[in-house]
């Protein structure tokens, strides 16, 4: 393991121990890997990474939780985009979510285009072939939700449904906003 204070290849111990986040908040019970050298923290065990998040969504504002259903299919298509668009341990169908909202305050020209291939995709076969089995918990921020219930308004769908269309949406300008979700 690469100790930064040892500025070297070091052996390492791991064992539980408190973690220091950017912003001080202290995690406890992480896995962490501590230089055998210098005894300082060399790494962090994968495992360990969502008690990190856990603990920076508690300083967050508080997110509101919804409940969408998707196929399978559609959810695996989410799971497959966030995947392809850069590793991240965020909810994909969230990320998508965020995406689509994001793109639509960007340019009139891509709200409208957009919103064309939202109600296109209401005769998609992907909606058409499978039953909505899978439920998918969400959480938004309050200016998210509110996005969402505007949209949802204007064009008389349901959050399942404006979820479902935007999974599928395709566009060179909704997956560059995609990229970003998946880089956080």
């Known amino acids: 393991m690469v100790c930064e204070h040892c ?7 791991w064992n539980y121990d408190d973690y220091k986040l950017d912003d001080g908040t202290i995690v406890s019970g992480v896995m962490v ?5 210098c005894g ?13 998040r856990e603990a920076r969504e508690k300083k967050r504002e508080p ?3 919804t409940t969408v259903t998707l196929s399978r299919p559609l959810r695996d ?12 341990s965020m909810n994909a169908v ?3 979510v965020l995406s689509v909202l994001s793109s639509l305050r960007r340019s009139r020209e891509l709200n409208d285009r957009l919103l064309t291939r939202l109600r296109e995709a209401a005769d998609d076969p992907l909606l058409k072939q499978c039953a909505f089995d899978v439920r ?4 938004l921020s309050k200016a998210a939700e509110e996005a969402v219930g505007s949209l949802l308004a204007a064009e008389s769908l349901n959050r399942s449904e404006f979820v ?7 566009d060179k300008e909704l997956e560059e906003s995609l990229k970003n979700y998946a880089l956080c």
């Open 33 to 37: 890997a501590k230089c055998d050298t």
């Open 7 to 13: 500025q070297a290849v070091r052996t390492a111990t």
């Open 164 to 170: 479902r269309r935007a999974i599928l949406l395709e």
């Open 136 to 139: 998918v918990s969400l959480r």
């Open 77 to 88: 298509l989410a799971e497959a985009r966030l995947h392809q668009a850069g590793k991240n």
């Open 63 to 65: 997110r509101l939780r």
């Open 94 to 96: 969230e990320a998508v």
């Open 40 to 52: 300082d923290q060399a790494g962090l065990a994968a495992q360990s990474a969502y008690l990190l």
